[in-house]
């Protein structure tokens, strides 16, 4: 008889369950939380926080460096200037035609022990014509260094002294100015005017070339040219020849451009240069028929 054949028993391993990925909407999902971020070091100020000294009640100190101040040499500092060198002189120069200006070297001491000698107790500044009479005594002060004298005498020599009356009664001299001459109130005399023509295609050394065997004693290189071309000389470029103006046309100019206005006002060159734009402005043009009898400011005569 066969035996019986026994079945063998299935053995099974166990296994770990791997969960199934979510493939369906309906599937649930899964949170992870974000990984923290490390905290950055503290870093430190370049600058410093800026403070309002109006909100405190006190003074705040700076902590801010202060700058280096430059240290000055010994050589350049020479200290203050004196008060006055003391050295009993008096200056006297023209300001102006019309006005002159003084100015007295004495210490306070000097000018105050000579107010003691005199009789009344007061110093004068006089301001004569030498040899003629006297224009100016002015009581001064010893705290005065300086004095604006007005003449209304132009073209005309002046002297000035520093001094006192003695108890005798005269005139006890400290110092004596030299004598000055008030400028003319009038335009120059002197009518010398030079033009000259200088070509900028030749240099400077084909000019000297060309004009050297001309030269005088202390000649520049213009007046050399300017000279040959006030003569009429023949040179390899055009120039033109000038004329000068005689002294009666000059004054005809200045009266017609305002006369008294332009010789004795006290204007810059700007203030000046404006005048006499607006003067020409109302002058008649160049080629009028008008052009002869009129005045600035005023119409023309009809011919």
């Known amino acids: 008889m066969k035996k ?48 309002f000294p109006s909100n405190h009640p006190f003074t705040l100190p700076s902590f801010l460096p202060k700058p280096k101040e430059p240290s000055i040499p010994h050589f350049e500092f020479l200290g203050d200037l004196p008060e006055s060198y003391g050295t009993r002189r008096l200056f006297l120069t023209p300001r102006d035609p019309q006005t002159l200006f003084a100015y007295w070297d004495f210490t306070r001491e000097q000018l105050e022990q000579a107010e003691k000698e005199a009789s009344e107790g007061r110093l004068y500044l006089q301001v004569f014509i030498p040899g003629k009479e006297r224009v100016h005594q002015i009581h001064i002060h010893p705290s005065s260094r300086e004095w604006f004298l007005p003449t209304h005498r132009p073209s005309t020599l002046f002297q000035a002294e520093l001094g ?24 120059s005399p002197n009518q010398e005017i030079q033009f000259v023509t200088i070509p900028f295609h030749f240099s400077f050394r084909q000019l000297w070339d060309l004009v050297r065997s ?40 200045l ?15 700007f203030e000046m240069t404006e005048i006499l734009r607006r003067q020409i402005d109302t002058c008649p043009k160049l080629g009028s028929s008008q052009l002869h009898g009129t005045s600035p400011g005023s119409p023309p005569r009809s011919t």
């Open 214 to 253: 001309f030269l005088r004693p202390g000649e520049a290189l213009a007046e050399i040219l300017a000279r040959l071309q006030r003569t009429g000389h023949p040179l390899p470029f055009p120039y033109a020849l000038r004329r000068l103006i005689s002294s009666n046309c000059t004054t005809k100019i």
């Open 4 to 51: 019986p054949i026994r079945a063998k028993k299935n053995t099974v391993t166990k296994q770990t369950r791997v969960p199934k990925q979510a493939t369906s909407p309906r599937a649930k999902k899964v949170l992870t939380r974000p990984a923290k971020k490390k905290a950055p070091l503290p870093r430190l100020r370049k600058s410093p926080l800026p403070i």
């Open 255 to 269: 009266s017609y451009l305002g006369g008294d206005l332009v010789r004795h006002q006290r204007f810059g060159s």
């Open 164 to 187: 006192y009356y003695s108890s005798s009664g005269s005139f006890h001299q400290l110092a004596l100015s030299q004598e000055v001459t008030t400028p003319p109130d009038a335009p």
